[in-house]
């Protein structure tokens, strides 16, 4: 899906190799993950990862560099044009989204908010 020609979520190849691991180890059930908003943190909402064991009703299905990415409805205005990306670092490690959406973070970068 793309809006006024962004795309809805690309891929780094990070993200993609991470979420190969994470499949490789996985139970067959799982086809993919899934991507959500919730309302959390100092700033008001933080990004949701989990595994996704089907499509849901009204869900974006993205197919990127061989991984499914399932898109929860309710997310969908606030992902518009973002890049998910994983960073290793020394004391942690995750999926990072970069969000052209967000106009603030919280101190700690655990929450976000979108104009």
């Known amino acids: 899906m793309t809006v006024d020609s962004k795309p809805l979520l690309t891929l780094t190849d990070a993200a993609v190799n991470r979420i190969k691991d994470i499949m490789a180890n996985a139970n067959s059930e799982v086809i993919g993950l899934r991507i959500g908003i919730k309302t959390a943190g100092c ?3 933080k990004y ?5 064991t089907e499509i849901k009703p009204y869900e974006e299905k993205i197919i990127s560099k061989g991984v499914v990415i399932c898109i929860d409805p309710a997310a969908i205005m606030f992902l518009v044009g973002s890049e998910m990306d994983y960073k290793e670092q020394k ?3 995750g999926f990072e989204f970069k969000n052209p959406n967000e106009i603030a973070r919280c101190g700690c970068g ?3 908010t979108v104009a």
């Open 43 to 45: 700033s008001g909402m």
């Open 48 to 52: 949701n990862v989990e595994y996704a």
């Open 91 to 93: 004391f942690s490690s």
């Open 110 to 112: 655990e929450s976000f």
